[in-house]
């Protein structure tokens, strides 16, 4: 082919070229935004763990859902049917810290932080379960002038296991009729 008839070619190709790109792109902002759609306008809240519970109400109100954290299961409850709004419980939440693997001189460097909860949606006999987990593996310094940089990196991956067992269940809720 002449090179004069690429260049004739080549406005088109740039042209198709970013329209295929940005459609693509609204394709994937259309995907995300309807994620939540499902979601109810409020709900009771309770999570046997503050940093769980708060990671979720944080989640829920970002997707626009008013949310009222309850302190005990029982006021959940009680406060569910009364108030005509939905409920969300976690139970039995456990965390685990464990060594993965080790150093030549026998310290742990890289660790598995997990946390892994019951999740209720409804009340009564027309609860729904679910089992939720996260992990992350975390690699930490062995030297002992790393401690305040280890806390730092320990906290951060913490926080993102509760925020990402947050988003989690909002997939799950979500998706429910």
């Not at 409020?42 to 626009?64: C, E, M, V, W």
């Not at 005509?84 to 310290?107: E, H, M, P, V, W």
Request: glycine share 4%.
């Amino acid at each position: 082919m002449h090179p004069s008839n690429l260049l004739k070619k080549l406005p088109t190709a740039l042209l198709v070229m970013t329209l295929s790109l940005a459609l693509g792109a609204c394709g994937y902002q259309l995907r995300g935004s309807q994620e939540h759609t499902n979601l109810p306008a409020s709900i009771n809240l309770y999570a046997d763990n503050q940093a769980l519970a708060k990671a979720t109400a944080a989640a829920l109100a970002k997707a626009q859902v008013e949310v009222t954290v309850t302190e005990s299961v029982a006021t959940l409850e009680a406060e569910s049917p009364a108030l005509n709004t939905s409920s969300l419980r976690f139970t039995n939440t456990k965390t685990q810290r464990q060594a993965i693997i080790y150093d030549t001189n026998g310290d742990a460097t890289d660790w598995r932080y997990q946390i892994s909860t019951q999740m209720l949606i409804g009340g009564g006999d027309d609860s729904q379960s679910f089992q939720l987990q996260e992990y992350r593996q975390v690699a930490l310094n062995s030297d002992s002038n790393a401690a305040s940089t280890n806390d730092r990196i320990v906290a951060k991956a913490w926080q993102d296991l509760y925020q990402a067992l947050a988003q989690r269940a909002i997939r799950v809720l979500s998706r429910q009729p």
